[in-house]
């Protein structure tokens, strides 16, 4: 177990929130206990700060993910089990920063506007008016896709099964690769008058 990082009294009771909910969501496959996990996660994200001293919504500040690798440690699951968890969380700690924040801010936060499961309910339920005339999207239009495909595979439960330094390096092209088209993106868009 690795050492505890410094943490204010509510950030220690959300990590100790957290390990109790992420052991409950393996042992039962508890989907409330993910999505009740999810919840924490954003709320011990708003004690941090990122690097613009904004709550770390994107939590990527170095003193939020140390809680929570105190968190997951403190669960007391193995590795393996940590990272299943860790990938259907994630998915949940996106669905509660989309229902909290604005698409302008998301955008600043460089965090995708778009649930990353999307595009797969919407290819399972038939296809969309693109598919069915075979109308080729737009250059904005295809870079807002690649834009959103990118930001999703960053926390994709795929790119947790990956070694650390391996998944570190697939997270930052994808980031920065997100990034791009989102400045792209910005560029490409028709200017109000």
Known sequence: MGAQPDLTTRQAALVRTGADLAKTAVLRDSLDAKQDLGRVLVELRETFQDDKGRPDYA???????SAVTALYEASGLS??????VQGSVRHQV???????????????????????????????????????????????DQVAELHALAAALVDS??????????????RTVLADTAAACNHLRARLAPESP
């Open 157 to 170: 439960p795929e790119a947790s099964t990956l070694d650390t330094e391996t998944a570190e390096k697939v």
């Open 79 to 84: 590795r393996e089990d940590s990272k299943r």
């Open 94 to 140: 996106g669905i509660v920063l989309r229902r909290k924040l604005s698409t302008e801010q998301l955008a600043d936060y460089d965090l995708n506007p778009q649930d990353r499961n999307a595009p797969r309910r919407k290819g399972a339920s038939g296809p969309d008016a693109d598919q069915v005339t075979n109308a080729p999207a737009s250059l904005p």
């Open 59 to 65: 939590g990527k500040s170095q003193a939020y993910r």
